[in-house]
């Protein structure tokens, strides 16, 4: 059965510090791989990993795919208070005609000041 | 530009009762998938329509249906609501079926 399995559920670290978010999947037919921050609403796109080895970056959060080991990293550096939220990865499946997102529990993470 | 629109916010059914859900993609984009969240638990995927036809769906029981029209809106259908099927629902587009989905605002549906 296909599922991805994010770690760890729930950190809480201080503002300045610099978190890493753990995303490992098992799934048939997979075509790419994405991030997502949810804070009280929709979640809100973040990244989409479809090859290994290239980072993608944005301001303080960079993300990395490593396809060998079937696995993904979402590094804060220098973490704000407004970045706590709950962190998602979710992996696109291509099954024949079936396609499907196989999400995450999700990492909450909590900013202190 | 409008992002995904969803509707109604908030909505309040009793057992047995059935729902009909909306979606309005962003402008240009022709799929729409539609997620189930539970509190405290990621989106499970219920289906994706892409140019009116379904093209995925997940393990949800017959009582879910939904439908895309030619202006690639869609609708989600739940018939005989049980508790547990208290959730918020998302619907997310995208302008192809693997291409990064965007998410509307949601429906919060309570089912007493």
């Known amino acids: 059965e296909d599922k991805v399995v994010q770690s760890p559920l729930s950190l809480v670290v201080h503002e300045g510090d ?3 978010l753990n995303c490992s999947y098992e799934v048939t037919n997979f075509r790419s791989l994405l991030w997502y921050k949810q804070e009280k609403k929709a979640p809100t796109f973040l990244f989409m990993l479809t090859s290994s080895g290239i980072e993608k970056k944005s301001g303080r959060l960079s993300s990395i795919l490593d396809k060998k080991e079937l696995f993904s990293i979402l590094n804060i550096t220098a973490t704000q208070t407004g970045d706590s939220a709950i962190y998602l990865c979710a992996v696109l499946s291509n099954a024949g005609n079936n396609r499907k997102l196989i999400w995450g529990l999700g990492t909450s993470l909590a900013v202190n000041p | 530009d409008a992002g995904v629109t969803q509707s109604p916010t908030h909505l309040i059914k009793t057992r047995g009762q059935h729902v009909t859900l909306r979606c ?6 022709k799929s729409v998938s539609w997620y189930q969240q539970v509190l405290g638990q990621g989106p499970q995927f219920i289906f994706q329509y892409y140019e009116k036809e379904e093209r995925g769906r997940g393990n949800f029981p017959d009582r879910f249906s ?10 989600l259908n739940v018939n005989a609501l049980l508790l547990g099927d208290s959730a918020l629902y998302l619907c997310a587009s995208s302008w192809g079926t693997e291409e990064t989905q965007y998410f509307g605002p949601g429906t919060r549906l309570l089912v007493l």
């Not at chain 2, 309005?24 to 984009?29: Q, T």
């Not at chain 2, 439908?67 to 609708?75: A, D």
């Open chain 1, 18 to 20: 610099t978190v890493t």
């Open chain 2, 24 to 29: 309005s993609p962003i402008s240009g984009h």
């Open chain 2, 66 to 75: 939904a439908r895309q029209f030619p202006n690639y809106s869609s609708e």
